[in-house]
């Protein structure tokens, strides 16, 4: 049987494995350094599933949503109809959209949730007090500089549009979503917004659209190049 020499100590007293063990020694260490990095990434991947949760914990309280009283079931195909029109219109970016239709969708939500009774069987009055709220800002703009404001107008037979501030809702939502640090000059935001409500108001549904991401090389841009000289 081949004999293996005994551990020697070095000068400072620190035990060494004997050469033949080295390979051992190292797949040791490599391994040792793997599972470190492993418990690192879990800790921090726990940690930020644990932040997630709370995030969207808060997020669900702040709406504040009473059972028995959800938005309408009609605004959903409505909402998209809008979505599909102004995309198709204006060329907003696919996610810009995906993530504004949800957003629109909870607000109405919560507005619905929290809509009195004083409502009655109008179907619509949730989406009044989203509108209401969100353009009080547009139409103090339009008195100061002196313009009409401006909001579209009863579709054509055979759409799935259940409220035609669905549209207004869902035009200012994916200007603002888009607009990035414009978000910061609201004068802005509604003029665009007046703008391209009037375009569309306008044209007719037959008109030619534009391709995805023409909003935001084709006015945001240089809009945002004038506005940072």
Excluded at 15 to 25: E, F, L, M, N, R
Excluded at 82 to 88: G, H, I, M, P
Excluded at 202 to 218: C, I, M, N, V, Y
């Amino acid at each position: 049987m081949k004999s293996h020499p005994p551990p020697t100590k070095d000068a400072g007293g620190a035990t060494s494995a004997p050469s033949g063990d080295i390979s051992v020694q190292r797949s040791t260490h490599k391994q040792a350094s793997k599972n470190y990095f492993n418990l690192d990434a879990d800790m921090k991947r726990q940690s930020s599933m644990v932040d997630s949760e709370n995030r969207f914990s808060q997020r669900l309280s702040m709406m504040n949503v009473l059972p028995g009283k959800q938005a309408n079931f009609q605004d959903e195909p409505s909402i998209d109809y809008c979505c599909d029109v102004l995309q198709a219109k204006f060329g907003f970016q696919q996610g810009s959209v995906d993530n504004q239709r949800e957003h629109v969708l909870l607000l109405l939500a919560n507005c619905a949730a929290r809509a009195n009774s004083a409502s009655g069987d109008n179907t619509t009055h949730h989406v009044r007090l989203l509108h209401d709220k969100l353009f009080s800002n547009y139409k103090e703009w339009c008195a100061f500089v002196g313009a009409k404001s401006v909001a579209f107008s009863q579709p054509a037979q055979g759409t799935p549009l259940t409220s035609v501030l669905h549209m207004d809702l869902m035009l200012y939502f994916l200007i603002w979503g888009e607009s990035a640090n414009l978000r910061h000059m609201p004068e802005c935001v509604c003029y665009l917004y007046h703008q391209m409500m009037s375009t569309l108001i306008k044209d007719s549904p037959q008109s030619e659209g534009r391709p995805s991401g023409w909003f935001l090389t084709a006015v945001l841009r240089p809009v945002w190049k004038e506005a940072a000289v």
